[in-house]
């Protein structure tokens, strides 16, 4: 069936630290992938997402390419700041109704 | 710019109690979704709502069941409280035509002791 496997954390990374989450997901069609976010006390909200392979999404710094030939969908950022602390979510939709989302990757960003 | 809204925020059950938690979204979304949130599981979906009318079970929907009052409203009941349903409830909300965002909820912390 659809899923997702994403980098177990907690990832802890100084300030303007380079911050890579890796993704990678499994599915029988041609899987739209997201990146949802989850700041403290909050509920998830859609960071990225790409649509199609070679797609890539962007918001607010963060980067990730849908890459079909290795079933990635890896989040990149170049310089993380405390703000970006959260727990972050990979996820795919293969209908208009099935999302499937990774286990969460906290992040913490310390000054 | 309400979006998504729930209640309660929390909630305390005895084993074998009912409680619904209750959803609404004022963005004129066709679909609605209820997931819950484990340690270490991510999101599993439990029922959701392509349109007005239709409800269908989700990964994990034993122990739940939904009603969807109309467009806008869309409650998730447990009629007989379990501590494995000790969990995080959110709700999210979308047009449901393909590949499109969902919307959540702040979110319900339950917990059945």
């Known amino acids: 069936g659809d899923s997702v496997t994403q980098m177990e954390g907690p990832v802890t990374l100084s300030e303007e630290a380079f911050l890579t989450i890796n993704c990678t997901y499994t599915a029988t069609g041609y899987p739209s992938l997201f990146w949802y976010v989850q700041y403290p006390g909050e509920g998830l909200q859609l960071l990225l997402k790409a649509t199609k392979a070679d797609d890539k999404g962007s918001n607010k710094g963060f980067e990730a390419t849908y890459r079909k030939e290795t079933t990635s969908f890896h989040l990149e950022k170049g310089s993380v700041q405390v703000s970006d602390s959260a727990v972050y979510f990979c996820?795919?939709?293969?209908?208009?109704?099935?999302?499937?989302f990774g286990t969460g990757t906290r992040l913490t960003v310390i000054p | 710019n309400a979006g998504v809204t729930q209640t309660p925020k929390f909630q305390v059950l005895k084993t074998g109690q009912s409680m619904t938690l209750q959803c609404a979204q004022d963005?004129?979304?066709?679909?609605m979704y209820w997931y819950r949130q484990d340690p270490g599981m991510g999101l599993r979906l439990i029922y959701y709502s392509a349109s007005e009318g239709t409800t269908d079970k989700g990964e994990v929907p034993n122990g739940y069941n939904v009603s969807r009052l109309n467009k806008r409203e869309f409650s998730l009941r447990l009629e007989s409280a379990a501590p494995s349903q000790t969990s995080v409830y959110f709700c999210a909300s979308n047009r449901g035509t393909g590949p499109d965002t969902q919307y959540f909820g702040p979110g319900t912390r339950l917990t059945v002791l």
């Open positions: 963005m004129n979304h066709n679909s």
């Open positions: 996820a795919l939709q293969t209908g208009a109704n099935n999302l499937f």
